[in-house]
């Protein structure tokens, strides 16, 4: 059993502004190198969603020898995954392009919804940003879907590592910042 003393004093290095502030570092360091290899990264992103997909494919179908109540479904999750996982496992690329293409379709449409909604509510509080929500939706889905299958060479990359940056900097600013959350 671990004492008071003990756990505090991991709680005071977890939250020390120090090692905050390196990992913020670390994180934007690194968030900048992959911002160099998007191709890369997007390759190697399809690659192990595609072994994630598979193993759970693999305990889908083992499930669906088990238990007989819920066979079917589980048998037809774990045919289902299988096939996706081995599709991205063994063609990346092409589960890269299908990716970029259904994520800017996505864009597009929900900007075109959040832009009706928009309409809608045209006189309300905060109608400007809903109206700059949706035509930001509306320009990367336009983006990302005119310029397909070559922007699958950069977006799911380039978007990953752009998460990553954005992460170490939120993690920067909690590090320097004089009302840091504590620990309990």
Request: aromatic share 10%.
């Given at each position: 059993m671990e004492t008071n003393a003990e756990s505090a004093g991991r709680g005071e290095i977890l939250s020390s502004p120090w090692l905050m502030g390196s990992l913020a570092a670390l994180e934007l360091v690194l968030g900048f190198v992959l911002l160099c290899f998007p191709y890369l990264l997007g390759l190697s992103a399809a690659w192990v969603g595609g072994f994630v997909l598979l193993f759970?494919?693999?305990?889908r179908l083992v499930q669906g020898t088990?238990?007989?109540?819920?066979?079917p479904w589980n048998i037809l999750a774990?045919?289902?995954?299988?096939?996706?996982g081995a599709f991205m496992v063994f063609m990346p690329m092409m589960?890269?392009?299908?990716?970029?293409?259904?994520?800017g379709l996505t864009l597009l449409v929900g900007?075109?919804?959040?832009l009706l909604v928009a309409?809608?509510?045209?006189?309300?509080?905060?109608s400007f940003w809903r109206f700059f929500s949706a035509a930001v939706s509306i320009a990367l889905g336009a983006m990302v879907t005119w310029g397909w299958p070559a922007s699958s060479f950069w977006f799911i990359g380039t978007v990953i590592a752009v998460e990553m940056i954005f992460s170490g900097w939120t993690l920067l600013f909690l590090s320097l910042s004089p009302n840091r959350p504590e620990t309990a």
């Open positions: 759970a494919g693999v305990l088990r238990r007989a109540y819920h066979r774990g045919i289902v995954y299988t096939g996706m589960s890269m392009q299908i990716w970029t293409l259904l994520i900007g075109f919804v959040r309409a809608g509510m045209a006189r309300r509080a905060g």
